[in-house]
């Protein structure tokens, strides 16, 4: 619907749904920004949860949705910003409520606006050595002078508040201005997602004053100008299909035959309302770098071979009944991701073609492809620039570092504008035979099983098996891990090299299998090496004898690939590194980035083989069918002898973790070079995995996670990231705080630590009924079922990855919860 005032409206009713959502996007992002104040609509995004007239204390509205098992984000786009949030249902009201008045009054008090520029900084100091950020910012930089592509979106402290100030802006009323000038109901779009009748969602808009949010008239900004001067490719559906193609005669088979690179990407970008690029993003290998000219001219050779094609019926009606398909089996939605989803797409897509428009195609028109039209003047090819973290060439205003090269591609680049000729190798891809077309579902079991149960064990193989009686889709979910014998750290490097050998080696054979919803992944799991199947197809033998091995120079392009990756971690971000020495320095079984890169310098493709074959002379393997199968042909299907010997009882690695002792600490301390910015990870040792000790580290989360961010992030700014939660490892847990920031650790540390004992005195004084509503609320987190088949199945799967089985734990946390001084007693145990 569209209210008096403008507003359009999404409302859905969904009487089953154990979690309510809402999301409001406005039609104005980074570029409106003013020119002379950069980061102008990001600094508001983060401004309105820092509270309003009606709401005046900063954190009121995350407050009230973290009590009620709930999550709040927000985005600022190029033309868009979108806020949104999920609550427990009943709890709906009082939500939207908080919300709605972030466009009727807020309050950007003038402590808070100081303040909350350093969260902008720190978040902008997180971004300046990533390279997708980077990648943008040279987009950015090399846009036309004045062009609104141009605008620094981020901001950061420099351009929010020391220049405004010497140019004599005040912050503050910078913000009020924009809010004012571009906040309008005319161009905003709502989805609220709920329990409730249509016609009581509907009533909300009124008595909450969604109606009332001022309808300034103002008309949407639009950008008719390139920002780099000529037309953006608009024929995107067949033109992605075709060039990101991954199966014989693909642009990406030849690049890769050639050893040049290691994936391709391809596909329509949209900017801001009336720009749109095509992107085609390729990770070259060490070799490709040297040929960038001949990669940019196979490139233009494929599209060359587009033009010439012409129309190409048969592809539009192909994609045509792909994307019918997957309409009409979709899996149901998060609330939040469709409320998020739906209220962005609003704007520019008429509310009958809201759901369907991203999978059904238009109709099909004829020399679709002749009328590509020239490449544009190439700025897109500074994609291929060296990322490394060398010597300074360029500098701009954002403060991101732009590196050379530039010149010289834009010269290599002009050559191939017009350079179309015929390519042997390239041809378009052979019609998808994997497209399905029986859908029934498989006969139902006569008795149904809430939980996976074992229908064959074997010194072999363990088969586990769940029909599925809930999602009732034509879909099935195979996972399968191969537990093998105890293995050295060469090994460990070993087996990740050799899924991506098998996953790279299977791309061509099972690409269009995947575009028709049949996927296979291969991964490194808790105990050895999964696969996992899944789709709309019950069996996962069309895969079978469509191995092949590597050539010599693709296996070295991989091999290459995980080597760099390994150098490469060192440039992570802090938090990852974090997560990572922790894991290495409490875990009884675990190599560091740096032990398997020393390993893999010497390695060459003959060890790889030796040692993969040594990996699997002696291992057992545990499956997991979930969806629409039945326990007969799974074990017809899945069970197949193995020429290795099975693992014998005290051949079993079991994953551990080295114990703390009680009032034991100890401090860990690494440099990385890369960013300017710290990281302090604390984590609190809480015992070994059982329901009593899961359920009270969880409820001390719920408890603890929202006062940290607030304490520690809004009031003190001690960093962009700042997070809490629970640590499950090789069967132990514990309660964990990250915060990452420009502070230093020691200063970190100390405020953590401050934290944690005033929450030890609120605890003991909490009222009665704010403990219920917090032990309430993690109940309905903890019981909020999954919406996907896929996202029910890989809960079964972690009990069974980790070996512990406990199918219903989440079922009993309700009688693990006892009183407040339970929990503060817990705290001051496992905090000492």
Not at 304 to 309: A, D, N, S, V, Y
Not at 791 to 796: E, Q, T
Not at 804 to 814: C, N, T, W
Request: hydrophobic residues 35%; contains cysteine; negative net charge.
């Amino acid at each position: 619907m569209e209210l008096t005032n403008g507003l359009k409206v999404l409302l859905v009713s969904d009487s089953t749904t154990d979690k309510s959502a809402a999301a409001l996007d406005v039609n104005a992002g980074h570029l409106m920004d003013p020119w002379d104040l950069p980061g102008t609509a990001h600094f508001c995004e983060h401004m309105l949860f820092l509270g309003t007239d009606k709401y005046p204390s900063e954190n009121e509205y995350s407050k009230f949705i973290s009590a009620h098992a709930g999550t709040t984000n927000a985005y600022t786009a190029a033309d868009h910003t979108n806020y949104h949030f999920d609550v427990k249902p009943d709890q709906l009201e009082g939500a939207l409520d908080r919300f709605v008045q972030f466009f009727l009054a807020p309050q950007f008090t003038e402590s808070a606006t100081e303040r909350e520029v350093c969260a902008v900084d720190s978040e902008h100091s997180n971004n300046l050595k990533n390279d997708g950020w980077r990648k943008l910012q040279v987009e950015r930089f090399l846009s036309k002078p004045g062009h609104d592509y141009g605008k620094f979106g981020t901001g950061n402290k420099k351009t929010l508040l020391e220049d405004a100030r010497e140019k004599g802006i005040e912050p503050r009323e910078a913000l009020l201005k924009f809010h004012k000038q571009w906040y309008s109901s005319n161009i905003m779009s709502l989805c609220i997602v709920g329990k409730e009748s249509l016609d009581e969602m509907e009533s909300y808009l009124g008595t909450l004053g969604f109606d009332a949010i001022e309808n300034k008239n103002v008309k949407p900004k639009e950008w008719h100008e390139n920002p780099y001067g000529d037309e953006q490719l608009r024929n995107r559906f067949i033109s992605a299909h075709l060039l990101g193609h991954e199966g014989k005669g693909s642009l990406l088979s030849e690049l890769k035959r050639l050893g040049w690179v290691s994936s391709l990407s391809a596909g329509d970008s949209p900017i801001a309302r009336g720009m749109n690029v095509f992107d085609i993003h390729v990770d070259l290998s060490v070799e490709g770098l040297n040929h960038t000219e001949d990669i940019v001219g196979l490139v233009f050779n494929y599209i060359g071979l587009l033009k010439r094609t012409g129309a190409l019926a048969w592809v539009q009606e192909e994609l045509a009944e792909l994307g019918e398909l997957k309409f009409r089996f979709l899996d149901k939605e998060n609330p939040m991701s469709l409320a998020t989803k739906v209220s962005s797409e609003l704007k520019r897509v008429p509310f009958e073609d809201i759901l369907s428009w991203r999978y059904l195609l238009p109709e099909f028109k004829p020399g679709l492809l002749s009328v590509i039209p020239p490449p544009p003047p190439l700025p897109d090819f500074i994609s291929t620039f060296r990322s490394n973290y060398g010597d300074r060439r360029y500098a701009n205003p954002s403060e991101y570092v732009l590196y050379g090269g530039c010149e010289e591609v834009f010269r290599s680049g002009r050559k191939y504008r017009r350079a179309e000729t015929v390519h042997p190798a390239l041809h378009l891809p052979d019609k998808n035979e994997y497209i399905p077309t029986k859908f029934d579902l498989k006969p139902r079991e006569a008795v149904k099983s809430e939980h996976p149960r074992v229908i064959y064990d074997d010194v072999w193989c363990r088969i586990w098996f769940k029909q599925d009686d809930e999602y009732k889709l034509p879909k099935m979910v195979t996972k399968v891990n191969d537990a093998v014998i105890d293995v050295p750290v060469v090994l460990l490097y070993v087996t990740p090299l050799i899924c991506l050998r098998l996953q790279d080696a299977l791309t061509e054979e099972t690409y269009n299998a995947e575009l028709a919803g049949l996927k296979c992944e291969l991964e490194l799991g808790t105990f050895g090496t999964n696969m996992k199947v899944s789709g709309r197809r019950s069996s996962g033998k069309c895969f079978h004898g469509t191995l092949k091995i590597p050539d010599p120079l693709r296996f070295e392009v991989l091999f290459d690939a995980i080597k760099r990756a390994l150098e490469n971690f060192a440039h992570s971000q802090p938090y990852t590194l974090s997560q990572h020495y922790v894991q290495l320095l409490l875990s009884d079984k675990f190599w560091s980035k740096e032990q398997l890169l020393a390993v893999c310098k010497d390695m060459n493709v003959h060890d790889v083989e030796a040692f993969g074959k040594e990996m699997f002379r002696a291992f057992h393997v545990e499956l997991f069918v979930h969806g629409n199968a039945t326990e007969e042909v799974t074990i017809d299907e899945l069970y197949v002898e193995l020429s290795s010997r099975p693992l014998f009882r005290n051949e079993y690695s079991p994953l551990r973790e080295h114990a703390v002792e009680n009032g034991g600490a100890y401090v860990y301390r690494h440099f990385q070079h890369t960013h300017e910015v710290s990281c302090v990870e604390v984590l609190y040792q809480a015992g070994v995995q059982a329901t009593r000790e899961n359920a009270l580290v969880e409820l001390l989360v719920q408890i603890l996670r929202e006062p940290a961010f607030n304490q520690l992030r809004t009031v003190e700014q001690l960093g962009y990231i700042v997070w809490t939660g629970s640590r499950l490892n090789a069967g132990t847990l514990g309660l964990q705080f990250i915060v990452q920031g420009p502070k230093t650790p020691d200063h970190v540390l100390e405020r953590i630590e401050a934290f944690i004992e005033k929450m030890r005195a609120d605890l003991v004084t909490m009222s009665d009924e704010e403990f219920e509503k917090q032990k309430t609320g993690l109940i309905t987190r903890l019981l909020e079922k999954p919406k996907t088949l896929g996202g029910r199945f890989r809960r079964f799967w972690n009990e069974i990855d980790c070996r512990q089985y406990d199918f219903d734990r989440s079922e009993f946390v309700g009688d693990a919860l006892y009183s407040r001084i339970t929990i503060a007693l817990f705290l001051r145990v496992i905090i000492f």
